[in-house]
């Protein structure tokens, strides 16, 4: 359902702010799906709370990644359906979603095709086969694969250990190595004695000694290859055929944004999304699209910005805010490039500075960076936590061209940040190198309450600073319930189980549960004002205060709200005006 047309000027220009707050959740973060976190928002303790709301996309038909690795973007009937976008709309809730520029799922259509027909397939150049595109400018190795050579190899920006590719076999039984930036899995399946019956002359006996070695060594993970099948090794190409046929997969494969049909598939989605109601759509990974030979393949340049063009030109078309997701550190300046070219961009520094202000009780880098916003006219989308993780690395200074650009913080300063979090319990991901080096920690995971100690009046202050912010405060749904680390479901993730410690589901029990506690009700209270009161779509000043102290005023005509901080005591007060009101609130 498309809200009407005026709701999208809620993104209002560099000197008119937008003062909405977003919730962000899963449609199954709380209770069982959209329909219960809606009747959430109905309940009298959320009215005037909230007028965005950005549905992370396991809304879509997804396998892999909580959402990020998209089969198709039809609303998954499991979790959504058509009336809650209605009751969205009656309770005036604009929406965000994601579409994932760089890759799909191997089980979308799409992909499925490919692996169907091989080279017959009409989708071939939808995806970028490896050994195509580095043709030329790389050695073939002992696995078929080219590998780069080596000046092309170091460039190369990676996000996991290893080459960027998936093995995929076609029809034909020859393995095509497929461009794959983030997760992949190869699946063998057990066999039976039915799998092998059209292997001729071998006999009952042999095929059972066949399941059994064949099934112990996928428990054990081990290549097939050198699997010793004794009086049956005359039927090992067969038996390896037979296994290799019936192999499945989990990925998210790079598409060839080259490829006009990438591009009928990008305006076919945004029409999509539009019709669903989408008024800001975040472009995930959309900084690895762009590929070029001799590049980094990330954030290629003028690559980058010419498909940032063509998708802005399909989404005016569809009445849709692009929010392009990068994180990058803060001394390269990408931000500020994305910036200036009229785009809302993430705030990802704030996190990371709020845990650094509030530790350390000092108001100079955050103060830094806010002025930066104001006065370079940044429109930003900014939160605590999110499904992802706290970023650290985008606090980073960085060397741009022999010019060193300082950070917001100082190396040490962020390596304190991160050490204080992985104390309190929080996990770590890191970047690696082609070589499978780590090179540097990413972000880190965990809840924010988790990562402030698991204080309530730190969380509060972060919170009404948050609402003090410029820009669009975002609220992870977790860090409204003051949401602790969760173990158990970060071992149970695996390698890539990181993420869940911040992604616990709450139960509508928990709900109630938590609408009674201070913590809650009183980031309720700020929330709302944040969302309601008129100042807030007028301009922030910064004023002049201690450097343990935060006294910001936002002004709009004769309405204002006015945060003061003491850092030391973390203690604070709201005053506000707002129409024939005035009020002070006092934590």
């Known amino acids: 359902m498309k809200t009407d047309n005026s709701q999208t000027n809620f993104i209002k220009s560099n000197t008119q702010i937008s003062h909405g707050v977003m919730l962000n959740a899963y449609p199954d973060s709380i209770g069982e799906n959209l329909h219960d976190i809606i009747n959430m928002l109905k309940m009298p303790n959320f009215k005037d709370v909230f007028s965005m709301f950005y549905v992370l996309p396991t809304f879509f038909n997804s396998d892999l990644d909580r959402g990020f690795s998209i089969i198709d973007y039809n609303i998954n009937k499991n979790l959504v359906s058509n009336k809650d976008l209605e009751d969205l709309e009656k309770l005036n809730i604009m929406l965000k979603f994601d579409i994932v520029l760089n890759h799909l799922s191997v089980a979308s259509p799409q992909f499925k095709d490919l692996l169907k027909h091989g080279n017959a397939s009409i989708y071939k150049d939808f995806f970028i086969n490896w050994n195509e595109f580095w043709q030329g400018n790389g050695v073939l190795d002992n696995d078929g694969v080219i590998m780069p050579y080596e000046d092309f190899l170091n460039k190369l920006f990676m996000r996991k250990s290893g080459l960027p590719i998936l093995k995929v076999r076609f029809p034909d039984g020859s393995e095509k190595p497929y461009w794959n930036t983030f997760y992949q899995d190869i699946k063998y399946h057990k066999i039976s004695t039915n799998d092998l019956k059209d292997i001729e002359k071998l006999s009952d006996y042999q095929a059972e000694q066949i399941c059994k070695i064949v099934n112990e060594a996928i428990e054990n993970n081990e290549d097939f290859k050198a699997l010793d099948f004794k009086d049956s090794n005359n039927f090992k190409d067969e038996i390896i055929q037979i296994l290799e046929t019936n192999r499945t997969y989990l990925g998210q494969m790079d598409v060839n944004a080259n490829s006009p049909l990438v591009w009928k598939f990008y305006e076919e989605t945004l029409k999509k999304l539009s019709d669903f109601g989408c008024n800001i759509l975040r472009l995930d990974a959309f900084a690895y699209l762009h590929k070029e030979i001799g590049q980094s393949n990330f954030f290629n340049k003028p690559g980058t910005w010419e498909y940032l063009e063509r998708i802005k030109q399909i989404a005016n078309k569809n009445s849709l805010t692009l929010l392009p997701e990068i994180h990058a550190e803060y001394g390269l300046k990408l931000h500020d490039e994305v910036a200036k070219k009229g785009y809302h961009i993430y705030d990802f520094f704030f996190p990371g500075l709020i845990i650094h202000t509030l530790e350390n009780k000092t108001n100079k880098a955050l103060k830094t960076w806010v002025e930066d916003i104001i006065s370079n006219g940044y429109k930003t989308v900014n939160m605590l936590g999110c499904h992802d993780g706290i970023p650290v690395l985008d606090l980073k200074g960085k060397d741009v061209n022999g010019v060193y650009n300082k950070g917001l913080l100082l190396d040490e300063e962020i390596e304190s940040i991160m050490n204080t979090i992985i104390q309190r319990g929080g996990r770590v991901k890191n970047l690696y190198d082609p070589a499978g080096n780590k090179i540097s920690y990413y972000q880190i995971n965990a809840t924010f309450f988790s990562a ?46 990181h993420k869940e410690i911040n992604r616990t589901t709450l139960t509508l029990q928990d709900i109630e549960e938590g609408l009674s506690k201070n913590i809650v009700k009183n980031q309720l209270k700020i929330m709302r004002l944040r969302n309601t009161l008129n100042a807030f779509s007028g301009k922030i000043t910064i004023n002049n205060s201690a450097e343990n102290d935060i006294d910001w005023l936002w002004k709009n005509e004769n309405d204002f709200a006015q945060l003061k901080v003491n850092l030391q005591t973390q203690s604070f007060t709201i005053q506000y005006k707002n129409g024939l009101k005035t009020d002070e609130l006092a934590f």
């Open 452 to 497: 402030l100690g698991e204080n309530e009046q730190k969380l509060l202050l972060a919170r009404a600073i948050q609402m003090f912010m410029p820009g669009i405060p975002q609220v992870w749904y977790l860090d409204l319930f003051a949401g602790k680390n969760n173990y158990e479901a970060a071992d149970k993730g695996g390698s890539a189980g």
